[in-house]
Every structure is written in C-alpha cells, then in structure tokens.
C-alpha cells in the first residue's frame, strides 16, 4: 500500500505565502508523477500544479506564475510553493501520486487526505 501525508497548509493572508509538502511512503518500485489538486466548497476538484518523472510542468492558469511545484525523485516528495495567494485559492489541497508501481500490489494511483489552506484577512 502506498501513504500520501501532506503538510503545510494553514491560513494566510492575502499576498502572502503557504509551502505544502507531501511526502509518499510504501513499497514503491517507479512512480510517473506527484501533484497537487484543490477543492474550494461547492466545487469540482481540479489540478492545481503537476510535475512528471521527466520533469514536464503542468499548471492551472490561475496560479501560473505564483506557484511553484517542485519534486525530490528519491524521495518521493513534492512541494508546492504559493506566493502572492488569493482568497480564491482558500480550498483543500491534496496531493496525488500518478501510476505508483508498488511492490506486489500492482500501479495505480494514490490521493492524500487533504490539507486545507485559507486566505483571508
């Protein structure tokens, strides 16, 4: 079985910054790629920010240029550093690991629990 624990969340303000971390544990042989998704109250998830084992970015338009994913291969860790934050970026974030080839198991992918992140003055 595969862990996502994400860290980092809290309240902020607006203009101000948050780093989440999340970090992947279990028998892991290869994993594709780590990213992070957010959910706002009464919304549809969407992807917020996403890095590949190749290093290929993929970001939202609404945080393009204010946030900044980041990823340790041997570690299995992504970051995701948000500057210039928005109240309408006040949502839960998770973090999910895309085709995680686990020992036994098999490949598939992987969610975190959420941290929720607030910006609010």
């Known amino acids: 079985q595969v862990s996502l624990v994400e860290s980092g969340g809290g309240l902020a303000q607006p203009g101000g910054s948050l780093r989440l971390s999340c970090a992947a544990s279990?028998?892991?042989?290869?994993?594709?790629?780590m990213g992070w998704y957010r959910q706002a109250p009464g919304k549809q998830r969407e992807l917020v920010a996403e890095?590949?084992?190749?290093?290929?970015?993929n970001y939202a338009d609404s945080v393009k240029g204010r946030f900044t994913i980041s990823r340790d291969k041997a570690k299995n860790t992504v970051a995701l550093q948000m500057n210039s934050l928005k109240p309408e970026d006040t949502a839960v974030y998770y973090c999910?690991?895309?085709?995680?080839?686990?020992?036994?198991?098999?490949?598939?992918?992987?969610w975190g629990k959420g941290t929720l992140v607030t910006v609010s003055s």
């Open positions: 999910k690991a895309d085709r995680v080839t686990v020992a036994t198991i098999g490949t598939g992918d992987y």
């Open positions: 279990g028998s892991i042989l290869r994993l594709y790629a």
């Open positions: 890095l590949t084992s190749g290093g290929s970015t």
